[in-house]
Structure formats: C-alpha cells, structure tokens
T-cell receptor, first 115, second 116 residues
C-alpha cells in the first residue's frame, strides 16, 4: 500500500554535473508524470509515460533533460550539465490509468539545488 | 490551451472563519477541475475534483467547491478554518489529449495562513 516514492529527497549538485532522480510509482499504475516546481510556483508539466512509452515530452525545457521508464514501473529523470535555473523541486505522480479525470498521486519530490 | 488563474497568492483567515480561495479557468472544452493541497515538504494531495454532474463538489477535510460555468470559476470554500488547514492550495485543470491521456495544468498556488 505504499505511495509514490522519490529519491533522493534532496540533491545538491555543482553546476555542470549530471544528476539522476528516481521515481517509484504505485504498483500497477499505468500513467507516470514528471513535474517541475520552481520556488513560489505551481508544478509545471515535464513529461508523461503510459507504461514504458513516453507519449509526451513537450514540457522538457531543453535537451539536457531526459526521462525513461524502461520496464513500465520505475522512472528516472536525468539532467545533464546542470545549470542554476534547474534548481527546483521535481515531482513525480502516477495514476491508475490514462483516464483524463483520474487523480494524480504525488510523491514528496526531490529538491535539487544547483550551486 | 487550458489554464487556471488563482487570485491571491497569500490568504490569511482567523481560526473559525470562512475560507474562500478563488480559481478561474480557461478551457476550450468542458473542463475537469481539481483542487490539490500541499503541506510543507510534502507532495500534492487531492482535495476534490469536478468531472461531470453535480456542480457542488465535496472533498476531504470539510472543503467544497462549486463549478460555475457562467463565471468560469471553481472557488474552494470551507465554513470554518482550522489551524491544520494552513498549507498551499493549487487549482488545476485537466486537458484530454488525443492519445486519451490527461495533461494537468496547475495554478501558481495560494498559501493559506490560519491565525489563532
């Protein structure tokens, strides 16, 4: 009965480093979303997976951002050559199906600070 | 494209007073609307949702919201504020994509402060 789990909880990276953020969705959930939440802002959509297929990556801010979900469960968001503007909380959410009115179950997020 | 506007980034109410958090939406199709709550250092949690049917929606913790199409509004209310209601509240709208999946757009959030 565990919820969505994200790790690490906090990550400090030096500018230029690569980082990898992990999301463990609720077991059996088909849909998985990544959101970016900057300080004082609402979550902004990054990308969407339906099982292992990445159906929408329109929100990824640059080609430095890459996400995968190879087996349709755990997902990883990778940011290459981090920049200060990448500092934000990265939220992962899952839902049981693709249904447009299905509520999202959020993890507690990973707070990334780029120095 | 759909969007939501939350009026007031910070709202303060006294304990026991009415809570009113405002949200207006813009959508080219009948919207699916949500309110989420975020406690410090936690993820977002669903409070309530409107899909179809009854326009007055009841959620958890005594919150409710009314969908008003003529006003394109979905304001969140609670008759009597409790100290534990202090949190950030996000209004959101869901867009049905051609692939059948939802893309949820969030407002910037309203921080609710409850004064004892």
């Amino acid at each position: 009965g565990a919820g969505v789990s994200q790790s690490p909880r906090y990550k400090v990276a030096k500018r230029g480093q690569d980082v990898a953020l992990r999301c463990d969705p609720i077991s059996g959930h088909v849909s998985l979303f990544w959101y970016q939440q900057a300080l004082g802002q609402g979550p902004e959509f990054l990308t969407y997976f339906q099982n292992e297929a990445q159906l929408d990556k329109s929100g990824l801010p640059s080609d430095r951002f890459f996400a995968e979900r190879p087996e349709g469960s755990v997902s990883t968001l990778k940011i290459q050559r981090t920049q200060q503007e990448d500092s934000a909380v990265y939220l992962c959410a899952s839902s049981p199906g693709p249904s447009y009115n299905s509520p999202l179950h959020f993890g507690n997020g990973t707070r990334l600070t780029v120095t | 494209a759909q969007s939501v506007t939350q009026l007031g980034s910070h709202v303060s109410v006294s304990e026991g007073a009415l809570v009113l958090l405002r949200c207006n939406y813009s959508s080219s199709v009948p919207p699916y609307l949500f309110w989420y709550v975020q406690y410090p250092n936690q993820g977002l949690q669903l409070l309530l949702k409107y899909t179809t049917g009854a326009t007055l929606v009841k959620g958890i913790n005594g919150f409710e919201a009314e969908f008003k199409k003529s006003e394109t509004s979905f304001h969140l209310t609670k008759p009597s504020a409790h100290m534990s209601d202090a949190a950030e509240y996000f209004c959101a709208v869901s867009d049905r994509r051609s692939g059948g999946y939802q893309k949820v757009t969030f407002g910037i959030g309203t921080k609710l402060q409850v004064i004892p």
